[in-house]
């Protein structure tokens, strides 16, 4: 199979594996809403997970269910990412967005059970036989997703939004560092802690995929398509943020994912072409249109 195609078919198995959990669930809107959030979407996160596990021995079997966690907690925050409060967003992945469907409380509710339901998949034997092995995934996760994490870098951004003058270049990378590359970094560690290897190489490989995914997104926001992305762009321009393209510039912006992404595939090379399909990972973020 083909890049694109290895993608998909890992985001069908973990959205069958959260649809096999979710459809033991009682027969509520704030169920529905769950599924509803976990639906499309690109599957990076889950994607990483089951190829870094693939490449340290671990059968597709066991690494979905850390698959399935991350993507819930992906899931969850885009939700609440949505709401008024946060970007105040009518669109994702060319569908209304959660509290657009249902209303605000579902939404918030909806995301706080997908944030859970992340380390209940994490605490079952099928993830891990080892119980020390789950309780650093869940611990690892916990950090990565909360305040030393994703909602560290969302409190960044939304602090910056009233800062007194833009946020320089060194800020913006260590808040997208956090927002968005935490969890990108936790699912490419994720296979190497399973199979207890050194998490660092996918440490490296991930800290610049992350980077350059974010680049790629600012990048998008210029000079994208609002009905291939799903979403409303141009925000970060009409709000006036500082951003890695307003910074640098589109083209020194676009250098820089290039670059990025190289850096990406060299932490790779220990791994041989058992890694290729990793490598093509970080070719797609920078060639993608959504």
Not at 129 to 154: E, H, K, N, T
Not at 194 to 200: I, K, M, Q, R
Not at 211 to 238: M, N, S, T
Not at 247 to 271: M, N, Q, T
Request: glycine content about 6%.
């Amino acid at each position: 199979m083909n890049f694109r195609e290895n993608l998909d078919a890992a985001a069908g198995r973990v959205e069958a594996c959260l649809e096999a959990e979710l459809s033991g669930y009682a027969d509520q809107p704030v169920i529905a809403a769950m599924r509803y959030a976990c639906r499309g979407g690109k599957g990076l996160r889950g994607f990483l997970v089951i190829e870094s596990a693939r490449l340290h021995g671990v059968t597709e079997a066991q690494a979905v269910w850390a698959a399935a966690a991350v993507e819930a907690v992906h899931a969850y925050s885009l939700v609440h990412d949505d709401l008024p409060a946060m970007d105040d967003d009518d669109l994702r992945r060319g569908h209304p967005t959660v509290h657009v469907k249902w209303d605000e409380a579902t939404a918030i509710l909806a995301g706080d059970a997908l944030q859970t339901l992340a380390f209940d998949l994490l605490s079952r034997e099928a993830c891990a036989p080892d119980p020390a092995v789950r309780v650093a995934l869940i611990a690892s996760l916990a950090r990565a997703a909360g305040a030393q994490g994703m909602v560290l870098g969302q409190a960044q951004d939304i602090a910056a939004e009233t800062a007194a003058s833009p946020l320089t270049l060194s800020a913006i990378t260590d808040l997208q560092a956090n927002k968005t590359g935490a969890l990108i970094r936790w699912s490419a560690e994720a296979g190497a802690r399973l199979a207890y290897a050194d998490p660092a190489p996918m440490t490296r490989y991930a800290s610049a995929l992350g980077l350059a995914f974010q680049i790629v997104d600012d990048i998008l926001d210029i000079e994208g398509d609002a009905a291939a992305a799903g979403k409303r762009l141009r925000k970060d321009d009409v709000a006036g943020k500082a951003t890695f393209v307003s910074l640098l510039g589109l083209e020194p912006a676009r250098d820089r994912a290039a670059a990025l992404v190289e850096e990406a595939e060299k932490a790779l090379s220990a791994f041989g072409s058992d890694a290729d399909n990793l490598r093509a990972a970080a070719r797609f973020v920078i060639a993608r249109k959504s």
